[in-house]
């Protein structure tokens, strides 16, 4: 079947159905949790994850899993792949994404946001608005990189990190798996995998 589920009934999802709608593909159902509204942009909201699968034996093949939460993305992505569904990608037409980086699957790429030459972005990423990600970077599996956030080249991100709004990376920096980037930080030296770090420059919390 063409039409897509979406998993996700929240703000992010909304951004993304209308990524996916620039892009002429059409959400027949978002998968929210149990609470969620009843639509979401005009999309009918199915409340469970029991729905993935529902909808899966009914013959829908494509989803796109819009969930903000870096841990909860990846595990549902899991769940729907067992499954046998395809992750589809949600970028939109305003963005700009070179010819030589590379993009997984069922990553989003928001309006404004710039990936420059020879750039990877892992499966299930996010690249919010604005964000830019320059020449050579590798942004690992399930990252979330927040609007106007700016990584530098060749910068190194793991799989599952959060960087906060308005991060500012310096060029060659290497930032762990499941690292946490305070919002509006300036990051001039590698960061520990599992480590929350903020501020200008950017510390480790427990170096604060
Ligand atoms: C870094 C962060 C994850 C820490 O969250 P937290 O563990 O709940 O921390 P708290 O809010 O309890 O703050 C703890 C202290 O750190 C300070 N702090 C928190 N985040 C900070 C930041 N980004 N820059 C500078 N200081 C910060 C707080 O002011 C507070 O200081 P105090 O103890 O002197 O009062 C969070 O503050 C943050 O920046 N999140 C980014 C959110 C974001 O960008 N979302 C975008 C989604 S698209």
Known sequence: MKELVLVGAGGHAKVCIE???AMGKHV?????????????LGIPVLEGDEH???????GYTRIFIAIGCNQIRNRLADLAMKQGYVLENAISPRAVVSPSAKIGHGV??????VIN???????LSIVNTGASIDHDCIIG???????????AGNVQVGDSAFL????TVVPEIVIGHNAVIGAGSVVLSHILAG????GVPAKHIENK
């Open 19 to 21: 990524l996916l709608r």
């Open 28 to 40: 027949a159902f978002c998968v929210g949790a149990k609470g969620s509204p009843q639509q979401c």
């Open 52 to 58: 993935i699968t529902r909808l899966r034996s009914q």
């Open 108 to 113: 989003a790429v928001m309006a404004g946001a």
């Open 117 to 123: 030459a020879d750039a990877t972005v892992g499966d």
């Open 141 to 151: 599996r399930a990252v979330h990189i927040s609007p106007q956030t700016a990584l």
């Open 164 to 167: 906060g709004i308005g991060t």
């Open 195 to 198: 480590a929350t770090a903020f």
